[in-house]
């Protein structure tokens, strides 16, 4: 259903500093299965999802999505993608209910489908006490609900959530799980970016744990522990980033001694040659 | 289109409910013009003019018939309006009248104008400025001494049968200084007796006659307001004095204006308030539409980003053209009700004011004064594409903002140049003209200025509505096209909190300089193009009209070449050399072949005569030629004017100049990204907009689109600079033809003439139609561009 193939991402600040948020990222995920991106924050999850939403364009590397390619047929991906952030906001002056609708309308679906679809959601999420208050007014659950809604709207095969649970509080974020995992009984693809192990080892079927835009390792949580010979998840976690942290840094000294080195000789050629 | 109208529909829907916007749009201008107009009415009746405060010295010098005072102050009759007489102080020197109590002030005053009037008499004007301005003193009148005794003196004589009219020159030695010096009442004294009998009026011409004189400060306000009262007041009293000495001298009283009779004013108050009115439309109109267009635009785009719903909104499967056009549309509505929400209620104010004023005629005035329902049709069609082009450019300058602040500072510069543009418009002296019609706000605001200007208001904007429109239409769609890239492009819809550093902006545009220009690049350049051309025609100074008409065609020449060089030809080079790597590739500049050439010469002779033939069919469109641009024409058929001249400035400069910018820069950053239509149709419609006249910018942009396609289909700029280069020749050639040798056979056989002038026969336009073909079909079987497989894939390394 997913299947993105050396995903990279290069950002340039205005003094001209390329800066990698992605380095070469490749996952596929099937269908009615739940995928889990793991990482710290600024490890590169939202950049590489936000690719895939067709939001932002890769620099290298290619990524489909039900087939279609998220740079050339953007519009097909994203009418096949249902998609939610925790900065994927909603209207202040909309209502929940105002808000999925336009959505729906926007996603082309026809308004005989459309009203019963929204019947049920708003029944499934739970939402229809507060389907006429004002976006302004909703709490953080709500919004998320409604936020939820809305990425459901037009039926997606393919549903994305970046970090979806952050700022919730337990109850809320516990339903939002349950939520997803409907969403894979019913057969959709569901990418999911989370910073919480707990969750991983919930629901996900597969995970990628993603440190400084590269994927350092990815499996099931079971075949992870065991590759890696580490039973505790978050400690597997914590090795891995730690290892590679290590690597890097290493690898920066390494160039650093180098450039030293050089800068030795040069000063040595130059005693030499007042000597 | 669905997706368009549902954002637009949401859109709406959501300022709608925005409190702050509908106070805006809304209710803004439906109180403030009413709160405003009571204001100013309170104001008027509140409003008092200060009295200002004259000396006068030497009130006994001036004669009782007719008395310029009355119980100690002006006579009332002086004044032009009776309730005049209040805004003027009179301290004289005359002696107080029995029961006034000593003033210290007064004698305070009249000490300090004594002295004042003596350090001028003594010093000039400089010491005496300093005493006046020290004292405080706002106007002096000076009344020399004799002065009344002289004047009674000469009308006596004048009633004598036979009398001269020349005055007496002044009988005693005294200088003006002693005059002054001596007291009123001395004065009084010594005045000498008329006697007619003994001394008969001796011409004496060059003599002073010693007048009354006013003192004052030019440089203060205060004096200046006192003076120009008082000499209203003592210019009606000489008209009384000078009528008495006609009278005496037996000649007609309309003798003290013999040539110029009363003017002829046919204005009625209320009309002249309605024309005021009328005047403050364009300003009212431009500054609301943006006002209008302001707050919507920064909450469509960064108050979207801030409250995170853009990463929603593009996440759909609509295009971005979809959204900006939706959020454009959105922000037009707003910007267009608010302008005329604005303009009714101003309207609905004045003429509440209006209908206050008493008075017959004003009905009529009004009527007659106020716009008729086709010039307000035009007025709300040219509203359009004002906020047209303010709507489009908010939404793209808040693309750069993230959040409602941000994009309050981003916005700002636009509402000041807005609102200089609209003042630009309202002074007296800016008409419409050809090269105002065609500047965005500027073209359509003075348009609406000239409707507005009278019942003749429609034809005299009638010829200008055409360029006015598609100006104001390519800038909207500029600036529409602007916002949706803007959209499109990444780093302004996820902007990290950069610290924007120009220098290292600046070394980073350098460094990152590619071998083509980049669109933005293009953009910039045409910009700077644009803003040397407007120095070019603002500083360009016309040839004085004592030159012969050969020395003015002449300097012109001279002037356009100059302009063709130093503002197009050289800044675009400098632009190509600070943006490209190479310039020489981006501008195309390299050898193509013979054939590529030839085909550039076949096709200006295969388009000329079309290009002659439509603008002959268009020729009622246009309007007429403008009189730098005629007096042009004339010089380039002046048998006088040095052939070399002509072609250097008519054919080689602009082939050369005007090349390198729109064929070199423009075209090679327009069509960047592979998109060569995008660069040839642009480029074309910037080339036809840099030409200003209707006609040239017809010729220029069809011309513009035959340059853009030859260049990018041969790979070079050369053929491009020999059609451009042939074509003018033949406008030469066609110009001379037409004038001097119409009726020569070749002419005959060319050219048929019929009320709309010149056009070409229908053999002419067989054979250049089969000159084009057969152009077109050479070119398509010449190789491609050669230039994209020599220039280096390797990015540069920085």
């Not at chain 2, 008092?48 to 009355?70: F, M, Y």
């Not at chain 2, 005294?174 to 009123?184: G, K, M």
């Given at each position: 259903m997913i299947s993105a193939q050396g995903l990279t991402k290069h950002y340039e600040n205005l003094s001209g500093d390329p800066f990698v948020a992605v380095d070469g990222v490749s996952f596929e995920v099937a269908r009615g299965e739940i995928f889990g991106l793991l990482g710290a924050n600024g490890a590169g999850k939202t950049t590489c999802l936000r690719m895939l939403g067709t939001v932002l364009q890769p620099t290298a590397g290619t990524a489909t999505i039900a087939g279609f390619d998220v740079v050339t047929q953007a519009a097909e991906v994203r009418a096949h993608i249902g998609y939610m952030s925790g900065n994927t906001g909603i209207y202040d002056r909309m209502t929940p209910w105002e808000f999925v609708e336009y959505y729906g309308r926007l996603h082309g679906v026809p308004r005989a489908t459309l009203r019963p679809r929204m019947e049920s959601l708003f029944e499934r999420l739970q939402m229809n006490d507060f389907r006429k208050t004002p976006g302004a007014q909703l709490s953080t659950g709500m919004r998320q609900k409604t936020s939820i809604a809305r990425a459901l709207v037009h039926d997606p095969p393919v549903v994305i959530f970046d970090e979806p649970t952050s700022g919730l509080d337990v109850l809320v974020a516990r339903s939002l799980l349950g939520i997803i995992a409907d969403l894979r009984r019913e057969g959709r693809s569901v990418v999911?970016?989370?910073?919480?192990?707990?969750?991983?080892?919930?629901?996900?079927?597969?995970?990628?744990?993603?440190?400084?835009?590269?994927?350092?390792?990815?499996?099931t949580v079971a075949d992870l522990t065991r590759e890696h010979g580490q039973p505790d998840f978050e400690e597997l976690f914590f090795e891995l980033v730690s290892g590679s942290e290590r690597a890097s840094g290493s690898q920066r000294a390494a160039g650093s001694a180098t450039a030293d080195g050089v800068l030795a000789n040069s000063s040595a050629t130059g005693s030499e040659t007042l000597a | 289109?669905?997706?368009?109208?549902?954002?637009?529909?949401?859109?709406?829907?959501?300022?709608?409910?925005?409190?702050?916007?509908?106070?805006?749009?809304?209710?803004?201008?439906?109180?403030?013009?009413?709160?405003?107009?009571?204001?100013?009415?309170?104001?008027?009746?509140?409003?008092?003019?200060?009295?200002?405060?004259?000396?006068?010295?030497?009130?006994?010098?001036?004669?009782?018939?007719?008395?310029?005072?009355?119980?100690?102050?002006?006579?009332?009759?002086?004044?032009?309006?009776?309730?005049?007489?209040?805004?003027?102080?009179?301290?004289?020197?005359?002696?107080?009248?029995?029961?006034?109590?000593?003033?210290?002030?007064?004698?305070?005053?009249?000490?300090?104008?004594?002295?004042?009037?003596?350090?001028?008499?003594?010093?000039?004007?400089?010491?005496?400025?300093?005493?006046?301005?020290?004292?405080?003193?706002?106007?002096?009148?000076?009344?020399?001494?004799?002065?009344?005794?002289?004047?009674?003196?000469?009308?006596?004589?004048?009633?004598?049968?036979?009398?001269?009219?020349?005055?007496?020159?002044?009988?005693?030695?005294?200088?003006?200084?002693?005059?002054?010096?001596?007291?009123?009442?001395?004065?009084?004294?010594?005045?000498?007796?008329?006697?007619?009998?003994?001394?008969?009026?001796?011409?004496?011409?060059?003599?002073?006659?010693?007048?009354?004189?006013?003192?004052?400060?030019?440089?203060?306000?205060?004096?200046?307001?006192?003076?120009?009262?008082?000499?209203?007041?003592?210019?009606?009293?000489?008209?009384?004095?000078?009528?008495?000495?006609?009278?005496?001298?037996?000649?007609?009283?309309?003798?003290?204006?013999?040539?110029?009779?009363?003017?002829?004013?046919?204005?009625?108050?209320?009309?002249?308030?309605?024309?005021?009115?009328?005047?403050l439309v364009p300003l009212v109109l431009v500054l609301m539409s943006l006002t209008g267009a302001f707050y919507p635009a920064i909450d469509l785009v960064a108050g979207e980003r801030e409250r995170g719903t853009m990463e929603t909104l593009l996440i759909l499967p609509i295009s971005r053209l979809q959204i900006v056009l939706g959020k454009f549309a959105a922000v037009l509505c707003f910007s267009l009700v608010t302008a005329l929400l604005n303009l009714l209620s101003v309207g609905f104010t004045s003429r509440q004011i209006l209908s206050s004023i008493p008075g017959r005629e004003q009905a009529t005035a009004l009527a007659m004064s106020l716009p008729g329902p086709g010039s307000v049709a035009l007025l709300v069609v040219l509203l359009l594409p004002v906020a047209g082009l303010f709507s489009a450019l908010s939404l793209a300058l808040s693309c750069f903002a993230r959040s409602n602040k941000e994009g309050q500072y981003y916005l700002s510069p636009l509402l000041m140049v807005g609102m200089g543009l609209g003042f630009y418009c309202l002074s007296p002296g800016v008409e419409l003209s050809p090269q105002l019609a065609i500047l965005p706000i500027i073209g359509p605001s003075l348009m609406m200025k000239t409707l507005l200007s009278g019942p003749a208001g429609f034809e005299a904007v009638r010829g200008y509505l055409p360029s006015v429109l598609l100006s104001s239409l390519l800038y909207t769609g500029l600036a529409v096209w602007w916002g949706c890239e803007l959209f499109k492009g990444e780093a302004v819809l996820f902007r990290d909190s950069d610290r924007f550093e120009p220098r290292a902006w600046l070394r980073q545009q350098w460094r990152t300089r590619g071998w083509h220009a980049t669109l933005s690049q293009a953009v910039a350049g045409f910009a700077v193009l644009m803003l040397l051309r407007f120095f070019g025609i603002v500083g360009a100074t016309a040839p004085s009209s004592d030159l012969s008409a050969t020395e003015r065609g002449m300097s012109l020449l001279k002037q356009t070449a100059g302009q063709q060089v130093w503002l197009l030809g050289l800044p675009a080079l400098v632009l190509a050399g600070l943006c490209l790597r190479r310039p020489a590739i981006g501008l195309r500049w390299c050898w193509p072949g013979w054939k590529p050439l030839a085909v550039g010469a076949l096709l200006a002779v295969g388009l000329f005569p079309l290009l002659v033939w439509l603008q002959h069919r268009l020729s009622w469109f246009f309007a007429n030629t403008p009189e730098t641009a005629r007096d042009l024409g004339q010089a380039l058929l002046d048998p006088a004017v040095p052939l070399w001249q002509v072609i250097g400035t008519i054919v080689l400069?602009?082939?050369?100049?005007?090349?390198?910018?729109?064929?070199?820069?423009?075209?090679?950053?327009?069509?960047?990204?592979?998109?060569?239509?995008?660069?040839?149709?642009?480029?074309?419609?910037?080339?036809?907009?840099?030409?200003?006249?209707?006609?040239?910018?017809?010729?220029?942009?069809?011309?513009?689109?035959?340059?853009?396609?030859?260049?990018?289909?041969?790979?070079?700029?050369?053929?491009?600079?020999?059609?451009?280069?042939?074509?003018?020749?033949?406008?030469?050639?066609?110009?001379?033809?037409?004038?001097?040798?119409?009726?020569?056979?070749?002419?005959?056989?060319?050219?048929?003439?019929?009320?709309?002038?010149?056009?070409?026969?229908?053999?002419?336009?067989?054979?250049?139609?089969?000159?084009?073909?057969?152009?077109?079909?050479?070119?398509?079987?010449?190789?491609?561009?050669?230039?994209?497989?020599?220039?280096?894939?390797?990015?540069?390394?920085?």
């Open positions: 999911f970016s989370t910073h919480i192990m707990s969750e991983v080892k919930r629901l996900c079927d597969r995970v990628a744990i993603v440190h400084r835009g590269r994927v350092l390792a990815a499996g | 289109m669905k997706g368009v109208w549902q954002v637009f529909y949401r859109e709406l829907r959501d300022q709608l409910r925005d409190r702050r916007t509908l106070f805006m749009a809304v209710v803004l201008p439906v109180l403030l013009y009413p709160a405003l107009g009571l204001g100013a009415l309170q104001m008027a009746l509140l409003y008092r003019e200060k009295p200002r405060t004259v000396v006068l010295l030497g009130s006994g010098n001036l004669p009782a018939d007719p008395p310029l005072l009355e119980n100690g102050t002006f006579a009332p009759r002086w004044f032009d309006l009776p309730t005049d007489a209040g805004r003027l102080q009179l301290v004289t020197d005359a002696p107080p009248a029995p029961g006034e109590p000593a003033h210290g002030r007064r004698e305070e005053l009249l000490d300090a104008a004594r002295r004042v009037w003596e350090s001028y008499q003594a010093e000039g004007g400089a010491a005496a400025g300093q005493a006046f301005d020290l004292a405080e003193l706002e106007a002096v009148i000076v009344v020399p001494d004799g002065f009344g005794a002289r004047l009674d003196q000469v009308r006596a004589r004048l009633r004598q049968p036979g009398a001269g009219v020349n005055p007496p020159a002044e009988t005693s030695s005294q200088s003006p200084a002693e005059a002054s010096q001596s007291t009123p009442a001395e004065g009084a004294d010594e005045r000498p007796q008329p006697d007619a009998t003994t001394s008969p009026p001796v011409p004496e011409s060059g003599a002073e006659w010693p007048r009354v004189r006013i003192v004052y400060n030019k440089a203060r306000d205060q004096s200046v307001s006192a003076w120009s009262r008082s000499a209203n007041v003592l210019e009606n009293w000489q008209g009384a004095v000078l009528a008495g000495l006609l009278a005496d001298g037996r000649l007609d009283r309309q003798f003290a204006q013999p040539a110029i009779g009363p003017d002829v004013d046919l204005s009625i108050p209320a009309e002249v308030s309605a024309n005021q009115f009328t005047r400069a602009p082939a050369i100049c005007e090349e390198l910018a729109f064929r070199g820069l423009l075209l090679d950053g327009l069509s960047s990204q592979g998109r060569a239509w995008r660069g040839v149709i642009i480029s074309a419609l910037m080339f036809g907009a840099s030409h200003m006249i209707p006609q040239q910018v017809f010729n220029a942009t069809l011309l513009g689109l035959a340059l853009g396609w030859l260049t990018l289909r041969t790979g070079s700029l050369l053929p491009a600079m020999v059609m451009h280069a042939c074509n003018n020749a033949l406008a030469i050639l066609f110009a001379r033809l037409t004038t001097h040798s119409s009726d020569s056979k070749i002419a005959g056989w060319l050219l048929q003439t019929d009320v709309s002038g010149p056009g070409p026969t229908l053999p002419l336009l067989c054979a250049a139609i089969a000159c084009c073909a057969g152009g077109y079909f050479w070119l398509s079987r010449l190789p491609g561009p050669v230039a994209a497989s020599e220039e280096p894939s390797s990015q540069p390394n920085s």
